[in-house]
């Protein structure tokens, strides 16, 4: 018999949430903590945002402390972010 093995679904993948709030803090004009999070559109907004009128950073600044008080707590896949 030629059996073969089925790979076995890979779990996904949680992101830290003290990361995400981080970059959303530091570098969240440019979008990174939503490219780290997954949402790809968004993060290309935000520096479309940033490059027109600087409202990007502030908009990451939010968005940072939001995930570190627990407000945003899942990625683009919907998985939890993890402590």
């Given at each position: 018999?030629?059996?073969?093995?089925?790979?076995?679904?890979?779990?996904?993948?949680?992101?830290s949430?003290?990361?995400?709030?981080?970059?959303?803090?530091?570098?969240?004009?440019?979008?990174?903590?939503?490219?780290?999070?997954?949402?790809?559109?968004?993060?290309?907004?935000?520096?479309?945002?940033?490059?027109?009128?600087?409202?990007?950073?502030?908009?990451?600044?939010?968005?940072?402390?939001?995930?570190?008080?627990?407000?945003?707590?899942?990625?683009?896949?919907?998985?939890?972010?993890?402590?």
């Amino acid at each position: 018999m030629n059996q073969q093995a089925t790979p076995a679904p890979e779990a996904p993948v949680q992101k830290s949430r003290i990361a995400a709030g981080l970059l959303g803090i530091f570098l969240g004009g440019l979008g990174i903590h939503r490219f780290y999070l997954g949402y790809v559109g968004i993060g290309i907004l935000q520096i479309l945002a940033s490059c027109a009128c600087g409202i990007g950073a502030i908009w990451g600044l939010i968005e940072g402390i939001l995930i570190l008080v627990g407000k945003m707590d899942k990625d683009a896949k919907g998985v939890p972010l993890k402590d």
